[in-house]
């Protein structure tokens, strides 16, 4: 499947119009309102204090919420993670506990920062389970909370290999990949393991 690399989104399957345009134009014709999120996620944003959807956010989400497969590049700070968080839960059946999506990241440190945003969106959608899966961390507990369902999970690429080593972790259900920082985990040597245990499934690509 061939995504073009490119700092504004590019769907798989069609052209995107929005890539076309000046980025300020995008922004300013279109409010979290206009992305046809639903008002458990609207509410999460007016509360986190979100009003303008951020370039990255405002060119992405619509993609997203189709499920078709992007690859996106923003500066630090610009809301990466609610660009594709947002869509992800939108996106979720919450009365399937299984594991639906997946976010590979390559730190803890950022696995846990991927988490925390997730959950704080989740927050008014009914029992939204986000597990996080890294080393460094007993895998007993990891595996307990897996045991009881998980319909997100983030965690690093040696974690997660760990887990479908031990079966503890299945990927049948998974609609939704999110490489975080793909560009990193390719210099740590992670994508090898990501590429190898994810090829065969429905994966969203996300830089």
Known sequence: MNVPRTSLPMSKSKSND???QPVEEVVETIGFRDLGLAAPLMKALDEVGYETP???????????????????????????????ALPLLARLNPRDFGTQALILCPTRELASQVASEIRRLARYQ???????LCGGQSIGPQIGSLE???????????????HLHKETLSLERISTLVLDEADRMLEMGFIAVSYTHLRAHETLRYL
């Open 18 to 20: 929005a890539s076309e």
């Open 54 to 84: 951020s370039p990255i956010q405002a060119l992405t989400i619509p993609h997203l919420l189709e499920g078709l497969d992007v690859l996106g590049h923003a500066p630090t700070g610009t809301g990466k993670t609610a660009a594709f």
């Open 126 to 132: 009914q029992n939204i389970k986000v597990v996080t």
């Open 148 to 162: 009881h369902g998980a319909h997100v999970v983030v965690g690093t690429p040696g974690r997660i290999k760990d």
